[in-house]
């Protein structure tokens, strides 16, 4: 038997025993309230059990170091924004062989988001709604629960806009948060894209980026006497192709080290749950599987606006390794999933690192980043 198909075993048995034995359970709970309840019960687990358990970090890397925006990845997987927005469970989450997490979205003030229920799952589409909100205990106290609790890896902080500020206070809301979580995170992603924050995405309209990212870039750079945070913006799919060379622009001209891409979608197109169910779920964003397309698209479009020079991290239906390496053949140079961890379980991060390798493998692909962009001229 194959190496590759040795390794094809196993890891369906990981992500079987997940998805035949703890998903059923999980799923027949509120799906907020399972959320919690499996954040908790990892933060309960000792790293070095979890990491036996689940993930065996790769004693040398297929991959290599990736260099992205003056970091150093250990591997090109990712957990997405919004997953752990406290920061309360991330050693353990690092433990599951993530290279990195984008932990928050963090506000400068605490708030409590939507009423519940504001998380509904799609098992037919294997997607998601959501309205949360930023629910989260504010950047302070963000910043000192992860000053006692660093992760193994890679940490981004995304920051967001506090409900309570209005729209034309939005720059110093962030700076101030800027100014908070800046000594506890290796990058900062600016998040102008969540649908469930009122009139949060008119701030990737070019004139208030501009100002918005500008500020921070001016923050930074002040603050840059210690030590240097890249800066990342988190984009919508949503946009138009006409917003986003907008968009693109603003960004190439400001040195914005990277893009991530994409947030949830307000569409609500081509589902196959029930449209009565749908409509009862009522507004968020979608994620998942139906946004697997939109965001591919997106991120090909950013590769070829800006020529490949601004590192993007891809995210958005990544479910399977296959998934993971359209989206780098795309354009992507990192990928990250949330919805995918709900479905596939907590071994995502492990399948996804051996599929890309098998993948890379059999393409006969000796370096990761000669796969970044070489499909993206085959999207229109
Ligand atoms: C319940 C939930 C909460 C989320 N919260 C955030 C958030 O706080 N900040 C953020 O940038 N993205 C947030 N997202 C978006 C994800 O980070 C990701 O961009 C999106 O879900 C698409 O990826 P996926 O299809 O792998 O889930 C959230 C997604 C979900 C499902």
Not at 107 to 113: E, I, N, V
């Amino acid at each position: 038997m194959s190496r590759a198909s040795v390794s094809l075993r196993s890891r369906n048995g990981r992500s079987m025993v997940y998805r035949s034995l703890l998903r059923p359970i999980l799923f027949r709970l509120p799906a907020e309230t399972a959320h919690h309840l499996a954040l908790n019960s990892l933060s309960l687990l000792k790293p070095h059990f979890i990491n036996n358990l689940v993930a065996k970090r790769f004693t040398t890397s297929p991959f290599g170091k990736l260099g992205r925006f003056g970091l150093q990845f250990s591997n090109p997987v990712g957990l997405a924004g919004g997953f752990d927005k406290d920061g309360v469970a991330l050693q353990p989450l690092a433990a599951l062989g993530f290279a990195f997490i984008e932990a928050g979205t963090v506000t400068l003030h605490s708030q409590p988001g939507n009423p519940r229920p504001r998380l509904f799952r799609l098992p037919l589409d294997r997607a998601l709604i959501n309205r949360a909100g930023f629910n989260n205990a504010g950047a302070a106290a963000f910043a000192q629960t992860v000053a006692r609790n660093r992760p193994d890896c890679i940490l981004g902080v995304s920051i967001g806009k506090s409900k309570i500020t209005p729209l034309e206070n939005a720059v110093d809301d962030y700076l101030a948060s800027f100014d908070l979580v800046h000594p506890i995170s290796d990058y900062v992603a600016v998040n102008v894209s969540s649908p469930n924050t009122p009139q949060l995405r008119e701030l990737q309209q070019a004139e208030q980026l501009e100002s918005l990212l500008s500020a921070l870039k001016t923050r930074n750079r002040e603050l840059e006497s210690n030590r240097r945070v890249p800066l990342l913006v988190k984009l919508s799919p949503d946009l138009t192709d006409e917003q986003l060379t907008t968009i693109a622009d603003v960004i190439t001209r400001l040195g914005i080290d990277g893009i991530i891409a994409t947030n949830t979608t307000t569409s609500r197109s081509n589902l196959q749950t029930a449209n009565k169910d749908v409509l009862a779920f009522g507004e968020g964003g979608l994620s998942g599987q139906p946004l697997k397309k939109a965001s591919t698209r997106m991120i090909a479009k950013l590769y070829k606006l800006t020529r490949g020079k601004v590192p993007l991290i891809g995210v958005g239906g990544i479910f399977t390794a296959a998934d993971a390496w359209e989206k780098i053949t795309a354009g992507a140079s990192l990928i990250q999933v949330y919805t995918g961890m709900i479905y596939q379980g907590p071994s995502i991060a492990r399948d996804l690192n051996e599929g890309l390798a098998t993948i890379l493998e059999r393409e006969g692909i000796k370096y990761f980043d000669d796969a970044v962009g070489i499909r993206a001229e085959a999207y229109n």
